[in-house]
């Protein structure tokens, strides 16, 4: 008796056993799921192994989902879409969507560099022209748009600027010694930057495989002096225009400006605008009662010149962007 009970019961544990097992095997997940299943492995960083344990399905169908996670998607995209309290349909998705690649094709044709907000900018204004208001340009959808035309990121052009790393290795040694008896606040770092107002990406989204051209970039700019001690302490900047009074300025007060405004032909930093920055800049620590240290690259512009509260000191050539 107590021998077919436990025969019974092992039976009965075996048939239980196989019933999960097939269930697992055969389930299929829905779409719902398969993002679930995405999210987990991306957002929440769960293997494989878990992802298997945790929606009660096989690792051959969990590696498929992973696998073709763009393309999955794309389809959740389209679905949220065509679903969207019940008023757009996917023959609008596609509507928008076929806009979208004559616009971007168009675009790239002309040499205009294209980033992905820009698509998704263009997206809204399209879906809005078409009456459609009910779409929005998500982060998944711009991946779905540039994995389904075949899009990447390239660069229109670029250079590159080798620097001595032994230069660097010996001017970082040099520095300690530079800044001894220096608080951090007397500190001081200077450097010039162009600001290009007009000018387009240099990078763009552009077919695989295509030449990656752009047009002529506009060179109109502005130079900017941004000065600032290791505190965080910014001193106002200097920017460098080419007219001496903009038509904006006409009414203004120059001196109430939060910037110092100077002008010449080419809008570049040169030594005597430099050079009165310096004196002035020595004249207010001079009132402070400070002496600080500023750190300057080895640009032409940048006079050589004792100062009484001020220490000059130089980066050697073509290494600023390390050290």
Known sequence: MRTCVIFK????????????TMTSKHKTLTLEEKIKVIEEHEKNKRPAKELTVLFKVGKTQIYDILKNKIKIKDEWVKGTAGHAKGITKSTDYDEINRAMLEWFVSARAKGIPISGPLIQ?????????LGKHNFKASNGWLESFKHRHNIV???????????????????????????????????????????FFRVLPSKTLTVRGDKCTGGKLSKERLTLFICANMTGEIEKPIVIGKSACPRPFRHLDRNSLPVNWRSNKKAWMTSAIMEEWIRSFNGRMKSQGRKVILFLDNATCHPRIDLSNVKLAYFPPSTTSIT
């Open 9 to 20: 019961f092992t039976f009965y544990c075996i048939c239980v056993r196989n019933s999960v």
């Open 153 to 195: 990121f390239n660069a229109v052009c670029g250079e590159a600027n080798d620097a001595d790393m032994q230069t660097v290795a010996d001017w970082k040694g040099k520095t300690e010694d530079l800044v001894a008896g220096y608080e951090p606040r007397n500190v001081y770092n200077g450097d010039e930057t162009g600001l």
């Open 121 to 129: 900018t263009e997206y809204l204004e399209t879906a809005k022209k």
